[in-house]
């Protein structure tokens, strides 16, 4: 069965800090989903990661596939409060059934402090 | 892009009533749905899977007497909670898969809480 880990889980830095959100899976998928959760919210869309080497940018958040490590990384550059939220990652997978899901990571809580 | 819409985004209920859920897909067809139930700092759970036209798929551990699913049209998919007790209390999350062009992937609705008194 798929499992998909990161790490860390709670992470708390200073405004202007750089750092990155990992994303860990245990099997062969073609698809990598970045999501933001903020309290009490459903989850905003930020990243389809598509393919091998695959980099995507938004602003401060830049995300990255590696298909062969089976990892994936979310780098936050300058952090500002606004970006303060919980970060999934989410993986598409075919079961043995031959029905597609996600499959979600744990979250990382991530609080930017002034 | 795609747009889900989940309703009620809250509600309080007593013991032993029913709750229902609703999950429309507003600009597209969606003949798979899915449900997560999400507990507070916890990641999302998938429950089961709703086919358009025949029976959901449940994942293991989920009570499909408890919780059913109905996904009569290709934009509308139904939970409904039976009998809701306090531990059914938690924030329930639909999606659709929606395919082509910048709407590619997965679309979440806003979410309900639940919450069983």
């Known amino acids: 069965e798929l499992k998909v880990e990161q790490n860390p889980l709670f992470l708390s830095m200073q405004e202007g800090k750089n750092y990155t959100i990992y994303c860990n899976y245990s099997?062969?998928?073609?698809?990598l989903y970045w999501y933001r959760q903020d309290p009490g919210k459903s989850l905003e869309s930020l990243f389809v990661?598509?393919?091998?080497?695959a980099v995507k940018q938004e602003g401060r958040l830049m995300a990255s596939l590696d298909t062969k490590a089976r990892l994936s990384t979310l780098h936050i550059t300058a952090a500002v409060h606004d970006l303060s939220a919980t970060y999934f990652c989410?993986?598409?997978?075919?079961?043995?059934?031959?029905?597609?899901?996600?499959?979600f990571g744990q979250g990382t809580r991530l609080t930017i402090n002034p | 892009g795609a747009v889900v819409s989940q309703h009620p985004s809250w509600v309080i209920c007593k013991s032993g009533t029913s709750v229902k859920i609703e999950c429309r897909s507003l600009?597209?067809?969606?003949?798979?749905m899915f449900w997560y139930r999400q507990f507070p700092k916890q990641s999302l759970m998938l429950m089961a899977t709703?086919?358009?036209?025949?029976?959901?798929?449940?994942e293991q551990g989920v009570e499909k007497d408890k919780f059913l699913i109905n996904h009569a049209s290709l934009t509308l998919s139904t939970l409904t909670v039976t009998s809701a007790h306090p531990e059914d209390s938690s924030f329930y999350i639909c999606?659709?898969?929606?395919?082509?062009?910048?709407?590619?992937?997965?679309?979440f609705g806003s979410g309900t809480r639940l919450t069983v008194v």
């Open positions: 989410a993986v598409d997978m075919v079961s043995i059934q031959g029905a597609q899901k996600l499959v």
């Open positions: 099997t062969t998928s073609d698809r």
């Open positions: 600009d597209f067809q969606a003949t798979t």
């Open positions: 709703s086919n358009e036209g025949s029976k959901a798929t449940y």
């Open positions: 990661l598509l393919s091998n080497g």
């Open positions: 999606s659709a898969r929606s395919w082509g062009g910048t709407a590619d992937g997965y679309t």
